[in-house]
């Protein structure tokens, strides 16, 4: 899972739209009829979308499309109503499993669907296949969308199917950032994470591997790496920071955490860039080729190196073109009546310190999916207000020798104190203008996790010098809760 992409003033977004009629019908459902048919019989509902027109149309199959579903469930307007269409053979789950659980080996109990399907990763009721049924919702699967007439309010599949919509909601999230096909980025034993598939197709090298490459030193390097080990591979993580997740660790905190890594077997190359990717007499990759002209030899090699969001056939749509993505507004609307994009693909304003960002983690696909659905179908018109939090966890499979869990709220800016020693367990404060702004803790307690984002989001004045001479995490929370109640 990446961080944030920021940083224009929230100011400089677009301008917001008001619904006009027939806008308003769709503000206020109960006063209008669905377009399609809906058959009763029974008191049971059910879908039979007269000329392919849908009422509502969610493009996308991660953790966004199945919150909005659960959220258009809630609010009694999916079934009969709703249609979604994904590109993928599942019903929506939640993807940070992919680079975690997933890639267990076989004995380590790894994560499999419908273990993970949306919603059970917010603590809601799994939404397996079934459940999309039962709920009366269309799913299309397989049939990714290729084509879009936003002024006949048309999607083209690609299968060739036409798709009539009242209200649109995109969220297709990310795609990989690749390496060129010149350079070897699509040979054999090379891949990439974003989908079940990847993570099988990775799943089943990882099984024939001896020597894994793992470039890029992020989410993905770090929680694949800490896989790898689970599978007594030889690993190796190449990237070209000279400190592991720099865009957050604060560097005596990725020291820390590099240290960890290596007494787990783990290999660092930093400052390091790619020339190619080697492949042997068969075509599969057989080493990485640095631009010093070392190589690395490998049988997988695992490529990490961020993601790009899926606009698709939606770049005619308003986009931000300082962080990417599909530009919107505190409810979620684009520039174009009728469409609204959430999640990784969204760029939106970040209400807390006024700027326009765009998130790339399962909580704000969740969150940002929910306010979205609200606002189209109810009068709530709140802006959107989002609090950043990140978190990984890693080496937790069956016989690890610790097991690691973070979890980080608000913004990393300003100066940083550190307390503890990782172990057990270590904290980081930012503070600005005496204020603060974010807070990580590593092994931290339940009651622990829950005070940082309240925080973060009051942004406390607190005493730099009291709390770098605090003893310990306990005690530097303690401080920092005091400045909160102040």
């Keep these: 899972m990446a961080l944030a992409s920021t940083t224009l003033p929230a100011k400089t977004g677009l301008s917001l739209w008001c619904p006009t009629s027939p806008s308003l019908a769709r503000r206020h459902p109960a006063r209008f009829s669905p377009i399609g048919s809906r058959i009763a019989s029974r008191g049971v509902v059910t879908a039979s979308f007269a000329n392919e027109n849908r009422e509502f149309v969610i493009i996308g199959g991660g ?16 079934d009969g109503r709703l249609c979604i269409v994904t590109k993928e053979a599942y019903a929506p789950y939640e993807r940070p499993a992919l680079t975690k659980a997933y890639l267990f080996p076989p004995e380590k109990k790894p994560a499999r669907l419908p273990g993970f399907h949306t919603c059970v990763g917010g603590g809601g009721e799994r939404q397996t296949p079934d459940w999309y049924k039962e709920k009366g919702i269309e799913m299309i699967y397989e049939d ?4 879009a007439d936003f002024e006949k309010q048309t999607l083209t599949t690609n299968t060739g199917k036409q798709l009539k919509y009242g209200s649109l909601i995109i969220a297709t999230g990310c795609t990989a950032s690749r390496f060129p096909d010149k350079i070897g980025g699509n040979l054999p034993g090379v891949h990439y994470i974003r989908e079940v598939a990847d993570a099988d197709s990775l799943i089943s090298s990882l099984g024939k591997s001896k020597k894994v490459v793992i470039v890029g030193g992020g989410y993905i390097g770090m929680e694949v790496a800490a896989a790898a080990v689970a599978w007594n591979l030889d690993t190796t993580i190449v990237f070209p920071e000279d400190q ?9 905190l990725a020291q820390r955490y590099e240290e960890l890594y ?3 077997g783990v290999k660092f190359v930093k400052g390091a860039s790619i020339n190619n990717l080697e492949a042997g007499s068969d075509g599969r990759v057989t080493a990485v080729k640095l631009a010093d002209g070392s190589t690395i030899e490998a049988d997988t090699v695992v490529i990490g190196i961020g993601a790009k969001p899926a606009i698709g056939p939606f770049e005619t749509l308003a986009m ?8 919107v507004d505190g409810l979620f609307r684009t520039s174009t009546p009728g469409i609204f994009a959430i999640g990784d693909v969204a760029a939106f304003p970040l209400k807390i310190y006024d700027r326009m960002t765009r998130v790339e983690h399962v909580d704000h696909a969740r969150r940002s999916a929910q306010h979205c659905v609200k606002s189209l179908l109810t009068a709530h018109t709140d802006t959107y207000d989002y609090l950043p939090y990140f978190y990984s966890r890693v080496f937790e499979y069956e016989g690890s020798s610790r097991k690691v869990w973070w979890q980080f709220y608000g913004d990393n800016v300003g100066e940083t104190v550190e307390v503890g020693n990782f172990d057990p367990k270590i904290a980081t404060f930012w503070i600005d203008s005496g204020r603060l702004k974010g807070v990580l803790v590593e092994s931290g307690s339940p009651e622990e996790f829950q005070l940082l984002p309240k925080l973060a989001r009051s942004q406390p004045i607190v005493d730099k010098a009291k709390l770098a001479s605090a003893s310990s995490v306990e005690e530097a929370l303690e401080i920092a809760q005091a400045a909160l109640q102040s």
Excluded at 246 to 251: A, E, H, S, V, Y
């Design 63 to 78: 953790n966004a499309a199945g919150y909005a579903a659960r959220t258009f469930v809630e609010n009694g307007m999916a």
């Design 144 to 147: 990714p969308v290729t084509g």
């Design 244 to 252: 592991l997740l720099q865009r957050l660790f604060t560097p005596s």
């Design 262 to 264: 290596r007494q787990n």
């Design 320 to 327: 931000n073109k300082s962080i990417g993505g599909i530009q």
